[in-house]
T-cell receptor
Framework: AQSVAQPEDQVNVAEGNPLTVKCTYSVSGNPYLFWYVQYPNRGLQFLLKYITGDNLVKGSYGFEAEFNKSQTSFHLKKPSALVSDSALYFCAVRAYTGGFKTIFGAGTRLFVKA | EADIYQTPRYLVIGTGKKITLECSQTMGHDKMYWYQQDPGMELHLIHYSYGVNSTEKGDLSSESTVSRIRTEHFPLTLESARPSHTSQYLC??????????????FGPGTRLTVL
């Protein structure tokens, strides 16, 4: 079955430290992979996506993500976290499941402490 | 400015009332979606549309209905609201022309409370 997993419900990091939010997927074929961020009382906002090509994808607000085909992972990273990065992060994968479909992970809450 | 709008942002209503949540986008996108999300939790796809006069049910069984008479408008209706419908409802749209990747753009959401 096609699926996407975010193994951590919550990630805590100190401001200025690097952050990683993990995502793994299980799909057949070549997936399209996405990260979205949700700030309190808001809808989701697109951060970045991987389609093909360079495994390191750069997105908004200094975020980047690395596609690792052998590990079926697409972890979100940022070299230096800001308090304003605190939000809910969703990984998503677009894959063929009897029709193309986008599957969202359960979300990871990121807390950045000053 | 191209955007996606949802109204109302917040709605408190009594059991048994009929409600319609509005969603409009000015991006000319063909695809539109409705998700249900309890605060801070995962998203559940309840309806989607690939264009005018096209609507499909999503993964989560829902007592709501949708219509797509115009490209820009995708309203969601609950004929008889119940407390179990209390949740946040997110509308999204995407453009297949964008390499077929289905990058979704979300509205701000409607927070529904049924008493």
């Amino acid at each position: 079955a096609q699926s996407v997993a975010q193994p951590e419900d919550q990630v805590n990091v100190a401001e200025g430290n690097p952050l990683t939010v993990k995502c793994t997927y299980s799909v057949s074929g070549n997936p399209y992979l996405f990260w979205y961020v949700q700030y309190p009382n808001r809808g989701l906002q697109f951060l970045l996506k991987y389609i093909t090509g360079d495994n390191l994808v750069k997105g908004s607000y200094g975020f980047e993500a690395e596609f690792n085909k052998s590990q079926t992972s697409f972890h979100l990273k940022k070299p230096s976290a800001l308090v304003s990065d605190s939000a809910l992060y969703f990984c998503a994968v677009r894959a063929y499941t009897g029709g193309f479909k986008t599957i969202f992970g359960a979300g990871t809450r990121l807390f950045v402490k000053a | 400015e191209a955007d996606i709008y949802q109204t109302p942002r917040y709605l408190v209503i009594g059991t048994g009332k009929k409600i319609t949540l509005e969603c409009s986008q000015t991006m000319g996108h063909d695809k539109m979606y409705w998700y249900q999300q309890d605060p801070g939790m995962e998203l559940h796809l309840i309806h989607y549309s690939y264009g005018v006069n096209s609507t499909e049910k999503g993964d989560l069984s829902s007592e709501s209905t949708v219509s797509r008479i115009r490209t820009e408008h995708f309203p969601l209706t609950l004929e008889s609201a119940r407390p179990s419908h209390t949740s946040q409802y997110l509308c999204a749209s995407s453009d297949e022309v964008d390499s077929g990747t289905d990058t979704q753009y979300f509205g701000p959401g409607t927070r529904l409370t049924v008493l």
